[in-house]
């Protein structure tokens, strides 16, 4: 089995870098501009796909009644948006394997 690790930005960079031939400074700026488009597009309520990849989805959650596991009091939660991914099937099947 596979040790857990986390793919970083700088890994993203990195991987440009070997593939492109670009420098490591424009690796990393063209890493971060991409982040930082999805994440304007997202704060901006706009669903973001990557075809082969996924999509993020935003939802926005109504206010409903929990319930506190511990006391077991009821207590309101308020409205919110919540950010979720669907991976696409081309992800699903290469994760599989």
Do not use: Y
Not at 18 to 23: H, T, V
Not at 40 to 48: F, K, M, R, T, Y
Not at 75 to 86: M, S
């Amino acid at each position: 089995m596979r040790s857990m690790s986390t793919l970083t930005r700088a890994d993203l960079a990195e991987a440009i870098n070997r593939k492109l031939g670009l420098s490591r400074a424009d690796s990393l700026n063209m890493v971060e501009s991409i982040l930082d488009l999805v994440s304007d597009s997202l704060a901006e309520g706009e669903n973001v796909k990557i075809s082969g990849f996924g999509t993020f989805l935003l939802r926005d959650k109504s206010e409903r009644v929990g319930r506190n596991p511990k006391t077991g009091v009821e207590v309101p939660i308020t409205p919110r948006r919540v950010l979720t991914f669907r991976a696409s099937q081309m992800l699903k099947d290469r994760v599989a394997g």
